[in-house]
């Protein structure tokens, strides 16, 4: 997150620790996947399913936030999240207390040290990171853009340039086509394509 806020020079606010991340997470991938992951060690999926444990079905999940699951959801449909929507799995901490919060603070994983991590993840609208996410999307998006339209411009410049090579060549050829000898000299390969006289006569 840091890198994102010193590309875009956009201040990384104070986590509201309000919890709706400890009770309403959608990794980014399948949870057979992550069933996967963590089997072959990957210290993501493995820390994910130390904490984690997944809600029967998404209307369980819709009591914590329903506009987010909705939106999650949308993404799946969109084909943004790369989850098919059968697929998708909400999940809620099993160290999360309504009154005393993160009963597990001062040893949380890194995952929960890290969130958001990225500005697409999605999030709950009263999240601290909200506005965080969506400013650095748009600073992003308008690099692209910027990038986008640089590589545009170098491209036209490019054409300019070769043009005029093209036709300073041209511009070369014509003030030698009477002399064969000259040409031959200059442009020697051509003298194989036409090695009596010149195919500009
Ligand atoms: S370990 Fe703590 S911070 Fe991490 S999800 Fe659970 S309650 Fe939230
Ligand atoms: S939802 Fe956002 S503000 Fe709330 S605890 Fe999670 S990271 Fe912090």
Request: hydrophobic share 35%; charged share 30%.
């Amino acid at each position: 997150m840091e890198k994102w806020s010193e590309q875009f020079n956009i201040p990384l606010p104070d986590c509201a620790q309000c919890g709706t991340c400890c009770l309403l997470a959608t990794p980014s991938v399948s949870y057979k996947k992550l069933l996967e992951k963590a089997a072959a060690g990957d210290q993501f999926a493995r820390d994910f399913f130390s904490i984690f444990i997944p809600y029967k079905n998404h209307e369980q999940a819709e009591k914590i936030c329903e506009s987010l699951v909705k939106r999650t959801i949308k993404s799946c449909i969109d084909g943004i999240n790369k989850i098919p929507v059968e697929d998708l799995v909400f999940y809620r901490c099993r160290h999360y207390h309504y009154k005393k919060q993160c009963l597990i603070y001062e040893t949380r994983p890194q995952l929960c040290r890290d969130f958001p991590g990225s500005p697409f993840v999605l999030l709950h609208e009263n999240c601290a990171f909200y506005q965080w996410a969506k400013d650095c999307k748009k600073a992003y998006n308008k690099l692209k853009e910027d990038i986008q339209s640089l590589k545009k411009q170098k491209k036209e410049l490019e054409d300019m340039k070769e043009q005029k090579r093209f036709e300073d060549l041209l511009h070369r050829l014509k003030n030698l086509k009477d002399n064969d000898s000259r040409f031959m000299l200059i442009l020697p390969s051509l003298s194989v394509i036409s090695p009596c006289s010149s195919w500009l006569k």
